[in-house]
Every structure is written in C-alpha cells, then in structure tokens.
C-alpha cells in the first residue's frame, strides 16, 4: 500500500541554522503519527512545511504520490499550539467565521462546538476562555469539514484528565472515519494510547521511526513511550559527536 502522505529528504536552513536536515517518513491512510522531540528539534517546521506556512530548502512533500499543493491543503484541519483567534470576539463568531472560510455552514459550526462541549458557551467571548477552551476551540474550528489530515501541535496542553478523555475520544473518532493524523507533543501518555506509529527527532533529524511494538521490541519490552524516548534521546549522539 502506497503511503497517503510522503515526506522525502525534507531539509529547512534558517541561515547558519538547520531546522530540518533530510527528513524522510510516510504516512498511511488513516493513521496517526505522534511526533516527539524537545523544544527546537524541529517539529514545528516539519508541521509548517506540511501546512504549507513554512518554505522548505529542499525535499519532496507528495499527497497520495502527488506533489502537495495549496489545493490539498484545504482540505486539512490544524490546531496550533497557541490559537491564535479574535479574543473580542465570541466562541460562537470566532468559529463561524474561520468555517465560513473553509466554505462550512452555520450547522457544521453547531455540530463541532457540540463535539468539544463549547456549543453551551457561543455568547462568551474568547478573551474570557481558558487555555484548554481555547485548544477545544481551535479543534473545533479545525474539525469542521471533515478534514482528510488533522494535524496537531501540542494538543494536550492545559487540559484536564475529563477534557483529555474527551479529546482522545474525538480524535479515534476522526481516525475511524478515515482521517489520518499528525500529532506533536511532549505529554508521552496521551498520545501513547492513539498513535500507530512513532517518530522521534532530534536536532532537526530523525532518530526512529516505526510501531511502538517495534520500538518496544527494540528498546523495552515493558517500557512505557516516554521511558523508550528519552532512551533514545540519550542514545543519540549530537552532531558534532557523531563525527568525531
């Protein structure tokens, strides 16, 4: 089977800096990658080439073995690690007017709020919104249409164990229907659960990539994510030291 989205050689330079140095994965339909690493390896350029909001130096991004475009990329739902929306604005305009932008109707609106428990809240202005409404928020917003990829930044973030419950919920939903999904985090346990495979990279290249039963056959049979990660990360040696 034919991977649904490719990424090959993929490398991002921000002057003497790189970002993203020769990254290649696949991803099959349906699936929901979790990508790792720490603060600056690289996982928000990745996500931003894929999104289009970042220009790569070099690589090859293909969609179902076609070049991926603006076009494609309209049919993807993206929820930042910060959201960035109208904070005077309400729940209820703030989403309708980014669906309207993806082409949604009011209904489709009603129907995601409903999903991530804000439909109660519409009238409430955004300023006034925690951090975890604000993520629900976002997903929501990123939700309507159906999107064919949902890609997430830190999804986790600021919600409690109900709230996280309800958010694995509607993302094994998004997957049964036939969605696949990106997900970069640092909260191990939440994702653990959800992910068919595991992409960990560090220093802007990637240090494995596979099933959890692989890694697990390979670093830790009984380990949990976070224990086989951060065994990883201490394996891989830092650029310089690889050469010496």
Known sequence: ???????????????????????????????????????GAGKS???????????????????????????????????????????????????????????????EVATQLKRVGLYGVGDRKVRQLSKGMLQRLGLAIALCGQPELLVLDEPFNGLDPVLLDTLQCILRAEQARGATLLISTHTMSAVEPLASHIAILLRGQLATVGTLEALRAEHGAEDSLETIYHRIARRTPAPEEAFA
């Open 45 to 107: 350029t990745l996500f931003g080439c894929v999104l289009g909001l970042t220009r790569p130096t070099s690589g090859n991004l293909l969609l179902q073995n076609h070049p991926l475009t603006d076009a494609d990329r309209r049919s993807f739902g993206y929820v930042a690690e910060r959201v960035a929306l109208y904070p005077q604005r309400t729940v209820l305009e703030n989403a309708s007017f980014f669906a309207r932008l993806k082409g949604q109707s009011d209904s």
């Open 1 to 39: 089977m034919s991977a649904y989205l490719q990424v090959s050689g993929l490398t991002k330079h921000y002057g003497a800096i790189t970002a993203l140095d020769g990254v290649d994965l696949s991803v099959e339909r349906g699936g929901v990658l979790a990508l790792l690493g720490p603060n």
